[in-house]
């Protein structure tokens, strides 16, 4: 069966180490990585949404296409990793777009109906990574969405509400930060992904 791994989280919370870590462990053999982009920023509030949920719906559509081919032709051992997908547009549309969260739930659950969860050719999964709002803080750059502890608290709180309300089946949220303004080991995060997505 072919995989669809998504893995959401705020920015400095490590997606880029676990998703290279997923790769590394399957030797990089048969895996896509897939990232959608910012809307521009000319666009308004509602457009900007709009644009989004039709960059994610042909992405859908691709991946649909993709993972039937593959089954037809015996192909069932891909992975397509998001590095952030259409989860993350219920987040940010919110918190800088002034968008309506039931309009984006809406869209979203429309979107994972669709295409997603009633694809009979993939397996999909849903990783969330969190950690302690003040440990998330702790990372800011400067170039992140969010800059202060009250963006950070809510931005958590809304992939963790997100991850919830998702259809997905196969879903795990992990904690990255150790409770001591530390890093988990990066094998222990990627071990507790891998064993995540074999053994479901």
Known sequence: MNKLVIIESGDRLGKGS????????YDYKNITIRHCDKPPKNLSSLESSDFQFKCFEQECELISEISHLNSK???????IIYDRF???????SQMFRNGD?????????DLERKYITTNRWITPYLITLTADPNFFLSKEDGKSFSQNIEQKSKELSLFKEVHE?????????????????????????????????ENN
């Open 165 to 197: 309300f998702s259809k997905i089946k196969n879903k795990l949220i992990i904690k990255v930060d150790n409770g001591n303004n530390e890093f988990r080991f990066k094998s222990d995060i990627l071990n507790e992904a891998i064993e995540f997505i």
């Open 101 to 109: 969260p039931s309009k984006i739930k809406n869209k979203m659950l």
């Open 86 to 92: 259409y989860p993350g547009e219920y987040v940010y």
């Open 18 to 25: 676990l998703i290279k870590g997923i790769c590394e462990y």
């Open 73 to 79: 032709y015996s192909y069932h051992n891909n992975i």
